[in-house]
Each structure stands twice: as C-alpha cells, then as structure tokens.
C-alpha cells in the first residue's frame, strides 16, 4: 500500500496494529510520522495516549511497554518510534509485533536501509504489519514528480519552473516540497508557478543555473557557458561543481541513447525518460556535437569529476575546471 492510500485509510479510521515504514526515502516515510503523530488523535486524545520514543535514546522494552498500555479516554492509542535503525536489539520487537495489542497503533520509522529480508523479523512484518518499503526515486522521475506534486495543491507550474527547482536541489523530495511549499506561501491569489517565481522565492537565477549551463553546453554556446560558469565562480553557493557535473552528466547520457532508440517523440521520450517537452533540446545536442562527440563528452566529465575530488588534481579551483572541460567538450 502506497503512502497516500494508508493516510487516505486513516481519515477513514481504519486503523491496523503495526504499520512498519523503511527504506532510503525519508520523504513518505516523515509524511507518514508527522500524519500519525499529529491527525490520528485529537489534541486532547494525544495528551493521554501518545507516545514517542527515538531508536537512540530508547530501550526495547519501553516501546513494548508503552505499546501494551491501553488507552485512557479513547478508544486508542499511537505509539510512534522514530529512527528505528538506531534501536538497540530491534529484534525484541518481534514477539509483540506477532500479537499485538489491536487498541495501539504501533508506527515504526526505520530509515536508510531495509531490515534484513532473511531475518525472522522481516518476515513477520510481511505477515503481520502494514509494510511500507521506500526507494529513492531515479532522477529522471523527479520533473514529473513535481510537476505532480505541484498539481495536486491546485497550481500550474512552468516546465522550466520545474527543471530550475529539480536542477537546483536534486534528489531531495523533502527540500523539493518545502521550497514548493515556500513558493505557493508567497504567490498570494496567482496560481501559476513559472520561473520568476523560482528565481524569487526560491533564489535560483533564472539566467544563470544549472540548467541554462546545460543548454548553453548542449548547444556548443562557449561564451554563455563560460559567463555562467564565472557567475557561478562569484557565488559558490549558487551551484557547487558537485551538483553541476552530475546534472550534465546525466543531460548527455540520455542524448547518447538518442542514437540507440527510434520512433515518434512519445515513444523517445518514454525510452530514455526525456521530457517529451524538452525533447527538441536533446536532439539538437545530438546533431551539434554527433555520437563521437556525446562519447567524448561523458569521458570528460568523468575525468573532471575524479579530478574534482583530488585524484591526479591538487589545488585546482572549481570553476577552472569546468571551463577547461567545458572548453574540450566543445573543441
């Protein structure tokens, strides 16, 4: 069960024993703490029948405890452990997880990695809890995620509105939907969320980014490119060569498989997980620089990125890097 169908099932009051949330994606799983913590009692509910522990500073046995109490002025209780993986001898759990008491709601946190699939206790959450499993979302997935996210609170955002704010932050879906967040406190009566807005509430540029350093590369346009990148040079913060190499990096993976797949731009588009609206941009880097072009221009960036963090480079500044790479790629 995905995260929004399990808080879809708790407005209903349809409640079960356990529910276990684990993985490397702590967005749905914070979403699914902070909805029971805060939306399955009321306030005056909580004041006697919530309970919160964190895996680090907390025993086995007082969670269990906790979990056999029942509930006062109310028909149930939630206990909530946070930072499960920190739980010293999280196995103990097992024996109340296999007949727990059905007046608690029992939700457990586990993040940055899944409990040992061989273990018993990982087969008894299978059985016994609700289990919910997050993986961290591929790259290509994030515009539409987005776009989806954006959406879903009623508003209209731009496609370079969304490829500035996922260029900027990265696989971060928490930070994302807080900056969404930020923007939609400010718009006041507007309902359309395009890049003046970014550039505004957010504080990316709008003319010099991440993304418009792609484009200026994908169309060999050296003087563009450079002058982003001297901008980038007078503000560190704006974009650090960590962000920047991958975001090119994947932009020229996907032109490469445009010489391997055929068909209408729908079809394309789904193959290599280019946005159908960008399509034309990845195309048109694919013509400029040719397949030997593509494929010297990914050696490169993988030079520069070990060269980045020190291997067979010592002292060179950011910004000389990416020019003088940037400056290959296109010559």
């Known amino acids: 069960m995905s995260a929004e169908k399990i808080i879809a099932e708790w407005k209903k009051k349809k409640f079960k024993p356990v529910y276990w949330f684990e993985g490397e994606e702590d967005y749905y799983i914070d979403q699914l703490v902070n909805t029971a913590e805060k939306e399955i009692l009321t306030p005056d509910e909580a004041g006697f029948n919530l309970s919160v522990f964190y895996g680090k500073d907390s025993s086995w046995a007082d969670v269990v405890n906790a979990c056999m109490k029942y509930p006062m002025f109310s028909d149930k209780q939630v206990v909530i452990l946070k930072e499960a993986q ?41 059985e016994k809890a609700e289990l919910l ?18 959406e879903n609170k009623g508003y ?19 930070r994302i ?3 969404v967040e930020k923007v939609i406190l400010n718009l ?93 941009d990845y195309k048109a880097s694919a013509s400029v620089y040719g397949y030997e072009g593509v494929q010297a221009a990914l050696l490169l960036m993988h030079e520069y990125n070990l060269r980045s963090v020190g ?15 940037i400056y290959k790629m296109m010559n």
Not at 89 to 99: R, T
Not at 111 to 122: F, I, M, P, Q, W
Not at 161 to 166: D, E, G, K, Q, Y
């Open 177 to 179: 939907a807080n900056e």
């Open 188 to 280: 006041g009566e507007k309902k359309t969320i395009n890049e003046d807005a970014i550039e505004k509430f957010v504080g990316i540029s709008k003319e010099y980014n991440v993304f418009e350093l792609q484009n200026a590369v994908g169309k060999k346009n050296l003087s563009k490119a450079i002058q982003i990148v001297q901008y980038f040079e007078s503000n560190p913060k704006a974009a650090p060569i960590q962000l920047i190499l991958p975001s090119l990096y994947s932009y020229f993976s996907k032109v490469f498989m445009l010489f391997g797949v055929q068909g209408d731009d729908k079809t394309v588009a789904a193959q290599t997980g280019i946005t159908q609206w960008f399509l034309k």
């Open 311 to 325: 291997v067979r480079d010592v002292g060179t500044e950011d910004a000389s890097l990416l020019k003088e790479m």
């Open 86 to 126: 920190q739980l010293k001898e999280l196995d103990k759990l097992e024996a109340y997880i296999d007949k727990p008491l059905s007046s608690t709601i029992f939700v457990v946190a586990h993040k940055e990695k899944k409990v040992d699939g061989r273990s018993k206790l990982a087969k008894l959450l299978k």
């Open 156 to 174: 209209q955002p731009t496609q370079k509105a969304i490829h500035l704010l996922v260029d900027h932050i990265g696989n971060d879906l928490s």
């Open 133 to 150: 499993t997050t993986k961290k979302m591929y790259d290509n997935e994030l515009p539409a995620w987005t776009q989806s996210l954006i």
